[in-house]
């Protein structure tokens, strides 16, 4: 219901205060509400606790409700390339195999991956209105256009 006030700002104060810590390990059904109704709120300052969450989150279902939540942010230009950015930086850091700092993969690293990937790429899609397949595909886009990102967002 917050979600839907005309004024998201004070909205996102009162949902931030229900915002799950990465250390949450059982993520529950509000936890993944919460996070939802942040993509959904898609405040400035919201950005930093769900890259947060994508990174460190015990629960890689609270991770990946993270990395979908992402794409909420796809009508604020003034946040989301570098949210682009960090997103693609973050990824790369976590997939396993990774020159970015990624170990070749324990089998829970592999199954982390899985679900928090999948879900990174659905965020980061709906973030630039495309339809790229595989985070491996967003690497090499953003590679292609790092020096003109605003060219992954319809005009």
Known sequence: ALV?????????????????KPKTEDATDLDLAVVRA???LAQPKATKPLLELVAKAK??????????????YKGHEKVRVKLLAEAVTLGR???????????AGSPDAQKRWELVGAAL????????????????????LWNEHK?????????
């Open 4 to 20: 839907r006030l005309d004024d998201a700002k004070h909205a996102w104060k009162e949902v931030g205060k229900l915002l799950p």
């Open 38 to 40: 942040t993509g959904d």
């Open 147 to 155: 020096k003109s990102p605003k060219d992954l967002f319809p005009s």
């Open 121 to 140: 790429v659905q965020g980061l899609n709906e973030l630039t209105g495309r339809d790229v397949q595989g985070f491996d595909a967003w690497v090499e």
């Open 93 to 103: 850091r976590l997939k396993p195999g990774q020159p970015a700092g990624g170990k």
């Open 59 to 72: 629960d890689p279902k609270l991770a990946a409700a993270a990395a979908r939540a992402i794409g909420g």
